[in-house]
């Protein structure tokens, strides 16, 4: 492996760098949706305690949640027959979607771009392999394999971190839009309650 990563060239830096962050991302972003996991069971006897408007042990209970949708029920509760209880439950619901859109973004630059770098390499082998060429003045496979091989092992890495990276974050993205479905489903659940 290490052979392959010298014979890459200058670009497998980069790669290497992407390749890092990616799989950082990855493992962080997969231990915090396990962590946010939804216990629908809690959830329905919370609400039913609600209905019942014995807050305190809605409110004990609630502590079970995890975060985010812990907080936004902690907020119905706190405010439930506050007015502009819908506005307030909002308010925290946009504050918790960054929460788990986090790093998505990067993992979506890091797909591009290190696609990007291994055609890059591929083109830097390729222009080596054409001055091996008009050095030596005759093309065998020997003046021209090194530079073929710079151009196959950096495209073969770019892929290599790119399609893994791509796969995760569209995986993410589907839980992130899961999540916040969710979260949209119990707050009309809750705003019910008041009716």
């Known amino acids: 492996m290490l052979t392959y990563f010298l014979k890459g060239g200058i670009i497998m830096w980069p790669l290497l760098i992407c390749s890092i962050i990616s799989v950082?991302?990855?493992i962080e972003r997969l231990i915090y949706f396990r962590s946010i996991k939804i216990n629908h069971t809690i959830v329905s006897k919370i609400m039913e305690?609600?209905?019942q408007k014995d807050f305190e042990k809605a409110k004990k209970l609630n502590e079970r949640l995890s975060s985010p949708l812990r907080k936004?029920?902690?907020?119905?509760?706190?405010?439930?027959?506050?007015?502009?209880?819908?506005?307030?439950?909002?308010?925290?619901?946009?504050?918790?979607?960054?929460?788990?859109?986090?790093?998505?973004?990067?993992?979506?630059?890091?797909?591009?771009?290190?696609?990007?770098?291994?055609?890059?390499?591929?083109?830097?082998?390729?222009?080596?392999?054409?001055?091996?060429?008009a050095q030596a003045g005759y093309a065998s496979?020997?003046?021209?394999?090194?530079?073929?091989?710079?151009?196959?092992?950096?495209?073969?890495?770019?892929?290599?971190?790119?399609?893994?990276?791509?796969?995760?974050?569209?995986?993410?993205?589907y839980r992130v839009n899961r999540y916040i479905h969710l979260l949209e489903h119990y707050i009309q659940e809750f705003l019910s309650l008041k009716k």
Do not use: C, W
């Open 72 to 133: 936004i029920l902690l907020t119905g509760i706190e405010n439930f027959f506050s007015v502009n209880i819908e506005t307030k439950l909002q308010d925290v619901a946009d504050q918790e979607i960054p929460k788990l859109e986090r790093y998505l973004p990067i993992l979506a630059a890091i797909a591009s771009v290190s696609t990007l770098l291994g055609f890059t390499g591929t083109v830097l082998g390729m222009i080596k392999a054409f001055e091996s060429i």
């Open 49 to 51: 305690l609600i209905s």
């Open 141 to 173: 496979p020997q003046v021209v394999a090194k530079g073929i091989a710079e151009a196959l092992i950096t495209t073969a890495a770019g892929l290599i971190v790119a399609i893994p990276t791509v796969i995760f974050y569209h995986y993410f993205n």
């Open 24 to 26: 950082t991302i990855i």
